[in-house]
């Protein structure tokens, strides 16, 4: 079983749908970060979190550090937020070193 | 722009070849990351560098060698690779390897026949 495990592993939505997309994890984190690969490979960091709610204009990113769970919603979703979105946690332990989801493939439709 | 370049961004190889990739950052950074992506499967590190010095490496094999000259420039050396090495690498850096924000490269596709 994976230290990270993220939900749903594949994601349709219609354009201007609520997404969720949810990360539960096993370890002790210090920080949380949520990035985004577009298909041929680059990956943007969204956010780092280690605490409540961070929002960057229509994503927003939440964090239950008792619960081990964190989501990655956007609101009024468009095509161009297609791409894998990668849940990865900094461990307490392990200075930067992080630990990955294995991903989540959002398909928005138009 | 990311700030993190890589090239070559595709590569087909034999398994009796030598390459390299290089990864070059223009963010100031001091930390230096190699990670591989193989279909299905998470991101796996494979190399840290901090401030020049490998400081992890994280059970990889002989036959993928890193460089590291500078805190701006990052080499793997790849030799007799194997099918199942075929990924993409992606490269990473961050102001020092301790806790901090990880900006990628858009990474370099390997195909090993």
């Known amino acids: 079983k994976n230290e990270v495990e993220q939900s749903p592993q594949n994601l349709t939505a219609q354009e201007g749908e609520f997404i969720t997309i949810n990360c539960s994890y096993s370890?002790?984190?210090?920080?949380l970060h949520w990035l985004q690969q577009h298909p041929g490979g680059g990956i943007v960091s969204l956010f780092m979190?280690?605490?409540g709610k961070k929002k960057h204009g229509r994503l927003i990113a939440t964090i239950n550090i008792q619960e081990k769970h964190s989501s990655l919603h956007i609101t009024a979703s468009h095509p161009r937020d297609s791409a894998v979105y990668i849940c990865?946690?900094?461990?307490?332990?392990?200075?930067?070193?992080?630990?990955f989801g294995e991903g989540t493939q959002l398909t928005v439709n138009p | 722009e990311t700030g993190v370049t890589q090239t070559p961004r595709h590569l087909v190889m034999g398994m009796t070849n030598k390459k390299s990739l290089k990864c070059e950052q223009h963010?100031?950074?001091?930390?230096m990351y190699w990670y591989k992506q193989s279909a299905k499967k998470p991101l796996e590190l494979m190399f840290v560098?901090?401030?020049?010095?490998?400081?992890e490496n994280n059970s990889v094999p002989s036959r993928f060698s890193p460089e590291c000259p500078n805190s701006s420039h990052l080499f793997l050396h790849l030799h007799t690779l194997q099918p199942e090495d075929s990924a993409l690498y992606l490269c990473?850096?961050?102001?020092?390897?301790?806790?901090?924000?990880?900006?990628f490269g858009p990474g370099t596709r390997l195909t090993v026949l």
């Open positions: 979190l280690s605490s």
């Open positions: 560098y901090n401030f020049k010095e490998q400081t």
């Open positions: 990865a946690v900094v461990r307490e332990t392990s200075g930067s070193r992080l630990t």
């Open positions: 990473a850096s961050s102001q020092t390897s301790s806790y901090n924000e990880q900006f």
């Open positions: 963010l100031g950074h001091n930390a």
């Open positions: 370890v002790g984190i210090s920080a």
